[in-house]
């Protein structure tokens, strides 16, 4: 009863968000005309601030600044703030009680297992800010018949996975960030064993996809004792196992700097100008297009072990399935104010495949040249790969585990309002089974 209320709720609040949304346009037009203006000009100032050094980038900081400051101003004389927080709480509503009511009421292609008859699992010390030491993961694996290795600096972690796969163990797991994941989740596949996603690092990234509950780190080594299991594909980038995706272009150059761990704004500042202002130079990166279509460059390119759903650049992207056997691609090119003010309003609008020059495609492999060493960002983690860079998805290559309370993969976070998730929402809140 308590699902079916939540489910209720859910749809309530969703049904509501657009119809407080449309009396908030009609009631305040002239504020939100000012606002679209003096943000468009914000944009613009943003850009050159982006992309100049020196006196034009402080000038156009501070226009940024001011523009933004002002458009805050008017919405709150206008008395226009709490239509857009009560906008915003109406959505957030939306989205919380759709997770909880969803939470574990789809198996999808999943099948209940036995118990590991040895686990082992690896933990990472320093992921997540500590995380392991935090949740007392060593203990909490033990309690459970779980054997923990935990990692020191120097360890060649593929080498001690394979060891614990000799020496008998059929589910391993890896508690940590998204590269421990994948080096795990490499040998896991490779010997056929079963994987288990502990979510110990700062963003995971692919226990969101996968359907782990990040806030349930401890939880998740159930899945060794009483796992369901499935199968979901694995993408490869020059014979390197990938769980997410591998960037190249902007983001790529940028990981690649020494101080960019500590000093990630930073970093990021004192390289953009280099990377999109008017003397950059364009990146080298060559491949074909969605039509077969010879390209040149991109300054960003991402390749997605399946595509995310991507309605916004701003918001993390998800992916719906792990289990469609393609490789997503989106190529991004934005050059100068004027293409960034559309993109930015058409992110807005959670239309982002709108944008001039946003393009999106799905392939079962992908190839991209250069006539030097590309930078890549692999999993979040910076690396120089030869070309040609050849990336593909191998179908089906890993098995995967999760505990009852982890099923959901479609609802991982805040879902969205899509027609799958409304039809779900209906399904409990009537009390039939998905």
Not at 142 to 158: F, K, N, S, W, Y
Not at 200 to 223: E, I, K, P, Q, S
Not at 422 to 432: F, I, P
Request: hydrophobic share 50%.
């Amino acid at each position: 009863m308590s699902r079916r209320l939540t489910a209720c709720v859910a749809l309530a609040a969703a049904a509501l968000t657009p119809v407080a949304a449309l009396a908030f346009l009609l009631r305040h037009p002239g504020a939100i005309a000012f606002g679209v203006i003096g943000a468009v000009l914000a944009i613009f100032a943003g850009w050159y601030a982006i992309t100049r050094r020196g006196v034009v980038r402080v000038a156009a900081a501070s226009g940024a600044v001011v523009f933004t400051v002002l458009v805050g101003i008017v919405l709150v004389v206008a008395h226009s703030v709490t239509g857009i927080v009560v906008v915003v709480a109406l959505d957030a509503c939306a989205a919380l009680c759709a997770r909880s009511a969803l939470r574990g009421t789809n198996t999808g292609n999943s099948v209940r297992v036995g118990p590991a008859t040895r686990g082992v699992v690896f933990l990472n010390p320093k992921s997540g800010g500590g995380k392991v030491a935090e949740h007392h993961l060593v203990e909490e694996a033990r309690t459970r018949g779980i054997e923990p290795v935990m990692l020191e600096a120097g360890d060649d972690l593929r080498a001690l996975a394979r060891s614990a796969v000799e020496a008998g163990a059929d589910v391993i797991g890896a508690a940590g960030g998204d590269g421990t994941q994948a080096l795990v989740a490499e040998v896991a596949m490779e010997h056929g064993v079963a994987f288990v996603c502990i979510p110990a690092g700062t963003r995971n990234h692919f226990a969101l996809d996968v359907g782990v509950d990040r806030n349930d780190v401890t939880g998740a080594l159930d899945a060794f004792v009483d796992g369901w299991e499935r199968r979901i594909d694995l993408g490869v980038v020059n014979g390197r196992v990938f769980m997410n995706n591998v960037s190249f272009g902007v983001y790529a150059e940028i990981v690649q700097s020494d101080s960019y761990r500590d000093q990630k704004l930073a970093t990021a500042a004192q390289m953009l100008p280099e990377l999109l202002g008017p003397d950059a130079k364009p990146f080298d990166l060559r491949f074909t297009g969605p039509e077969g279509e010879s390209e040149q460059s991109a300054p960003l390119l991402l390749v997605s072990n399946n595509p995310y759903e991507l309605a916004r650049l701003g918001a993390a992207g998800r992916r719906p399935s792990l289990s469609r056997g393609v490789l997503g691609i989106v190529a991004i090119d934005v050059q100068g104010p004027a293409e960034l003010a559309q993109l930015v309003t058409v992110e807005a609008a959670g239309r982002i495949e709108w944008a001039q020059r946003f393009r999106s495609w799905t392939a079962p492999s992908f190839e991209v040249r250069s006539s030097a060493p590309v930078a890549a960002g692999v999993d979040g983690e910076s690396m120089q790969l030869d070309p040609p860079v050849r990336l593909e998805i191998r179908p089906g290559a890993l098995r995967v585990r999760v505990t009852r309370a982890h099923l959901d993969g479609r609802v991982g976070a805040a879902p969205h309002h899509d027609a799958a998730t409304m039809r779900q929402l209906l399904a409990v809140a009537t009390g039939r089974t998905l």
